[in-house]
């Protein structure tokens, strides 16, 4: 992609940042945020992109509508702290944000919202009489949904999707709904959080009925895959499940990142931590291509990204 303006919206989080890096090489980059880091703003401005200092929530008057592409990641963090039935605030106002958004800009070549999969109902549940081995059992785009939070997130990502999908169709607006799993790199990510625990020495909080699997991607297929969601928009919208190829447990990387920096980690086993959850990356690979980054390799730069000290 060159020669196009993009907007992102959030822009700062493991999914969006280095998709954004990349484009501003070639392309007019915006980011939109509320910016209450100010260090964010100057950063991105290094960068060669532009800031907008914008709450999601306010009104779009007065934001440009001339752009070509729109990445939405952004995340009201009421979204995510309200607890489970918080009715209306956790789901119609953030979903309504989008909804206006999408009408406001009106993006000719394409729309990108980053939803979850954590809107699935695990197939790795108890409960369930016909569980199988987590990693055995990935979850397709038409799976149902179900609970995989202790929080409001799952639900504000449906509502957020219905509205995506209403607006593409009624003003034939080309859009992406990418389903995130595990994105992590030196911008944050469930990675990056559970290696700052584990240099602080924090335990990590891991499911009983364990190990617990996912498939993480990194930084460079973060913006390979971004950049090609972002470019495969059609109507109604693409919904795809958004993640690496690998399948490995919380419990083996942190003892993997753990020998890199000879720091064991701690796990506290409880039911407030997430269940397996694999996604089925069969469409994934099919229209966006495939993750070139092992895991192995994925906490390696991590680390070095980010205590390079602690290499041993």
């Given at each position: 992609?060159?020669?196009?303006?993009?907007?992102?919206?959030?822009?700062?989080?493991?999914?969006?940042?280095?998709?954004?890096r990349t484009l501003a090489a070639d392309n007019d980059v915006s980011?939109?945020?509320?910016?209450?880091?100010?260090?964010?703003?100057?950063?991105?401005?290094?960068?060669?992109?532009?800031?907008?200092?914008?709450?999601?929530?306010?009104?779009?008057?007065?934001?440009?509508?001339?752009?070509?592409?729109?990445?939405?990641?952004?995340?009201?963090?009421?979204a995510v702290n309200e607890p489970l039935g918080r009715w209306p605030?956790?789901?119609?106002?953030?979903?309504?944000?989008?909804?206006?958004?999408?009408?406001?800009?009106?993006?000719?070549?394409?729309?990108?919202?980053?939803?979850?999969?954590?809107?699935?109902?695990?197939?790795?549940?108890?409960?369930?009489?016909?569980?199988?081995?987590?990693?055995?059992?990935?979850?397709?785009?038409?799976?149902?949904?179900?609970?995989?939070?202790?929080?409001?997130?799952?639900?504000?990502?449906?509502?957020?999707?219905?509205?995506?999908?209403?607006?593409?169709?009624?003003?034939?607006?080309?859009?992406?709904?990418?389903?995130?799993?595990?994105?992590?790199?030196?911008?944050?990510?469930?990675?990056?959080?559970?290696?700052?625990?584990?240099?602080?020495?924090?335990?990590?909080?891991?499911?009983?009925?364990?190990?617990?699997?996912?498939?993480?991607?990194?930084?460079?297929?973060?913006?390979?895959?971004?950049?090609?969601?972002?470019?495969?928009?059609?109507?109604?919208?693409?919904?795809?499940?958004?993640?690496?190829?690998?399948?490995?447990?919380?419990?083996?990387?942190?003892?993997?990142?753990?020998?890199?920096?000879?720091?064991?980690?701690?796990?506290?086993?409880?039911?407030?931590?997430?269940?397996?959850?694999?996604?089925?990356?069969?469409?994934?690979?099919?229209?966006?291509?495939?993750?070139?980054?092992?895991?192995?390799?994925?906490?390696?730069?991590?680390?070095?990204?980010?205590?390079?000290?602690?290499?041993?």
């Amino acid at each position: 992609m060159k020669g196009q303006k993009v907007l992102f919206v959030g822009g700062q989080g493991p999914v969006s940042a280095p998709a954004a890096r990349t484009l501003a090489a070639d392309n007019d980059v915006s980011v939109m945020a509320r910016f209450s880091n100010p260090e964010s703003r100057a950063t991105l401005e290094a960068q060669g992109m532009t800031c907008i200092v914008h709450d999601l929530l306010d009104p779009f008057d007065d934001l440009p509508d001339d752009f070509d592409y729109v990445y939405h990641t952004a995340l009201p963090m009421y979204a995510v702290n309200e607890p489970l039935g918080r009715w209306p605030d956790s789901y119609d106002k953030y979903a309504d944000a989008t909804g206006r958004l999408m009408a406001h800009l009106r993006p000719s070549k394409g729309f990108l919202f980053g939803s979850t999969i954590s809107l699935y109902d695990p197939p790795a549940h108890p409960w369930r009489e016909e569980l199988k081995a987590p990693g055995d059992t990935p979850v397709p785009e038409h799976h149902s949904y179900g609970i995989h939070t202790h929080n409001a997130y799952a639900f504000t990502k449906a509502c957020n999707e219905a509205v995506v999908s209403y607006v593409s169709r009624g003003l034939n607006i080309p859009s992406t709904i990418i389903r995130i799993g595990s994105a992590s790199g030196p911008d944050g990510g469930p990675m990056r959080w559970r290696l700052d625990e584990i240099v602080q020495g924090k335990p990590i909080k891991v499911h009983p009925d364990s190990p617990t699997y996912m498939r993480p991607i990194f930084e460079p297929d973060a913006a390979k895959l971004g950049i090609a969601a972002l470019e495969a928009g059609r109507v109604p919208p693409l919904v795809v499940n958004w993640c690496g190829d690998d399948v490995v447990s919380v419990q083996e990387y942190c003892d993997f990142v753990g020998e890199l920096i000879g720091k064991k980690p701690i796990f506290e086993y409880t039911t407030e931590a997430y269940v397996s959850l694999v996604p089925d990356i069969t469409l994934r690979q099919e229209v966006l291509g495939t993750a070139d980054v092992h895991w192995r390799d994925g906490c390696r730069s991590l680390v070095e990204a980010c205590y390079p000290e602690l290499l041993v």
